[in-house]
């Protein structure tokens, strides 16, 4: 559980960021992520970046045991899916994919989700009770 907690308040804290970036950013980080497809070195050293650090997670927190942990996991299997994926799949495959999700309706939804679920973590990890702190 103390890993839990400590990653908790690591990923509540990126997601929160991520979510907020995404949000006042989008085009900017729409012309990012249309270019990730033609880069390959990048696409390969983020691929080898996110494959260990999904493993790190999958192998050090395999723990499904309330929403917090399971949603730290289901991070790890996600790196490391991702981390394979830009691996193996062709560059076709991965314009195709990026083709799909690079687009304004994600950014909105994937912000505002990452923020809600980042908030989640943040009150796991610090114990925080938003119902009295929005009321004192």
């Known amino acids: 559980m103390v890993l839990t907690i ?8 990126y997601l ?10 989008r085009k900017y980080l729409s012309s990012v992520f249309a270019g990730f497809v ?9 691929a080898i970046a996110e ?21 730290i996991t289901f991070f790890g299997w996600a790196m490391t899916i991702e981390g394979v994926a830009y691996l193996f799949l062709s560059d076709r495959a991965v314009a195709k994919l990026f083709k799909v999700f690079n687009t304004k309706v994600w950014y909105i939804v994937g912000g505002l989700l990452s923020v809600v679920v980042g908030l ?7 114990d925080l009770n938003w119902a009295a702190l929005i009321a004192a």
């Open 16 to 25: 929160v960021i991520l979510g907020v970036a995404c949000l006042a950013r």
């Open 38 to 46: 033609d880069h390959r070195l990048l696409r390969m050293v983020i």
């Open 6 to 13: 400590l990653l908790s308040k690591v990923f509540g804290i």
């Open 120 to 126: 989640y973590l943040i009150s796991i990890g610090w």
């Open 51 to 71: 494959l260990v650090a999904g493993l790190f997670l999958v192998i050090t927190h395999q723990d499904w045991s309330n929403l917090a942990a399971g949603i």
